[in-house]
């Protein structure tokens, strides 16, 4: 536990990854040609590092909205956290609880959902109190928990995940 809270409370070599942008790239396949756009830091506090994108894989080479994001937070809460960010409105909403460490977020659409962000995002994450690892399972839309299943095993939580539908 000491080790997760000496690399959140900022004595850590990976404090300086705070200063970074989302760019979002459009590509003309006709024309061979492409724009980017560079986002403004739209969530807060803005120093937290944000990592390990996520969209909703049936807007993939579509235009879209929302992405989801693994938060790193160098702060006192000793936590790493979700991030949700609308580009199109230029918003965001997180999800983060003291001593937990959620990995890589995955979201899967909910079966004939009606909007892009109909679906749940799932992680493991590791509770630095317990030692344990449960998987986490959020409403897309709102970043509310609705689901916490245990598992019999321990997760690191730098692990990388996927969700694989079928």
Request: one cysteine or more; proline letters at 7%.
């Amino acid at each position: 536990k000491q080790w997760y809270q000496r690399r959140v409370r900022g004595e850590s070599k990976f404090l300086h990854y705070t200063e970074f942008t989302i760019r979002r790239f459009i590509l003309n396949m006709a024309t061979g040609k492409g724009t980017q756009y560079d986002f403004p830091k739209m969530w807060k506090p803005a120093e937290i590092t944000i990592e390990f994108p996520y969209i909703n894989d049936a807007h993939r080479s579509l235009p879209y909205c929302y992405a989801y994001f693994q938060t790193w937070n160098f702060d006192a809460n000793n936590a790493m956290g979700l991030l949700k960010v609308d580009m199109c409105r230029e918003t965001s909403s997180g999800w983060q609880k003291t001593n937990k460490f959620p990995v890589e977020p995955i979201f899967a659409g909910r079966p004939d959902g009606e909007s892009e962000d109909d679906g749940v995002l799932m992680a493991p994450v590791f509770d630095a109190d317990t030692e344990k690892t449960d998987l986490y399972v959020w409403d897309a839309k709102s970043l509310e928990v609705i689901a916490i299943v245990s598992t019999p095993v321990t997760v690191p939580f730098t692990l990388h995940g996927t969700w694989i539908p079928e």
